[in-house]
């Protein structure tokens, strides 16, 4: 059974940065894409980004420009690194693993 566990997220001032990081127990990491979805409120879950095994990014249209998703297949570990961030942006960020398996979240507040 895989588990991914996320952190970094927290509260910040719009324009600020964050980096949120997600460790995956499962071996076969790097053959795998992962990618990042958040969730705000009242809302359903959206893709933020996706990184392919070949390291291929796609990115929504409402983070491109700020937000840059990377991974590091050593350490199996997958980041997003979120840049001038807006109070849109506040969600529960999610880590995933192959589209199969989901970390616990970690909370994104982003205040004006």
């Known amino acids: 059974q895989v588990q991914l566990v996320e952190s970094g997220g927290g509260l910040v001032q719009a324009g600020g940065s964050l980096r949120l990081s997600c460790v995956v127990s499962r071996s076969s990491f790097s053959i795998n894409a992962m990618g990042w979805y958040r969730q705000a409120p009242g809302k359903q879950r959206e893709l933020v980004a996706e990184?392919?095994?070949?390291?291929?990014?796609n990115y929504a249209d409402s983070v491109k420009g700020r937000f840059t998703i990377s991974r590091e297949n050593a350490k199996k570990t997958v980041y997003l690194q979120m840049n001038n961030l807006k109070p849109e942006d506040t969600a529960v960020y999610y880590c995933?693993?192959?589209?199969?398996?989901w970390g616990q979240g970690t909370q994104v507040t982003v205040s004006s």
């Open positions: 990184i392919t095994s070949g390291g291929s990014t």
């Open positions: 995933n693993f192959a589209r199969l398996a």
